[in-house]
């Protein structure tokens, strides 16, 4: 965790990144299989993550995605909540990530809101905007006149695979709780995903043997985005 609010960290990111997708009821019992298998991750082994995602008001950072285009960003605001307890933090963060190819980087800063604040604040509050001018301030190349388009939140477990020691998240329950009404008019205000997801990161070419199975389990490999979901499931338009 950082503890200067001027701080700013960069990261480069030239590794794989494998996604499985999976029916949200499937979690208990693939969160058991990845017990028995790896090991939590020692730093952060669960939590509750909340990001509040910006867009142009004509989504053109969602439609990278969408289009699969070689450079991709995302610019979102996040804070960390313990699992299973009612307590939100002192800290969020500022995080914007480029896909570039294969290759990905992220700019990472602690924002001036603390978690509690953010949770409560309407997303057509004008000092949000302020955080994008923050984020060009520490050198972010972002699309002017961006906006908090809605919240997505869901629970984590993250773990070690003993071998590769690649990182494996498992991300379930995962919904959009707040929308903001400028950007979007949508008849769910509350959008609720039935599908979770397995992320699989390292320096690997190919799944460890450890992972096998997880196809067996009821996982199906395929690309997965949380932010695209959501829009689908908050306006009905599917892609």
Known sequence: MMTKKDSIKRYFQPEHE???????????????????????????????????????????LLNEKLNSDYYKTKFRVRWYEPLGEKEYPDLSF????????????????????????????????????ELQQQARKKGAGIPFSLYPAFQIRYKRFRFLEPKTRCRICIDYDIQAPRVNGQMLTCSKPLAVLNTGVVEVKGNIAELPDTLHQLTALGCRKQAFSKYGSCYSTLTGIFF
């Open 18 to 60: 494998t996604k499985f997708v999976f029916n949200n009821t499937l979690a208990p019992s693939l969160i058991r299989w990845l017990q028995l298998r790896c090991v939590a991750d020692p730093q952060f082994p669960t939590g509750i993550i909340s990001s509040i995602y910006y867009d142009t008001k004509d989504w053109l």
């Open 94 to 129: 500022v995080e914007i990530k480029y896909k570039i190819g294969a290759t990905r980087e992220k700019i990472r800063f602690q924002s001036k809101y603390s978690g509690k604040d953010l949770a409560a604040r309407e997303l057509t509050d004008p000092e949000l905007l």
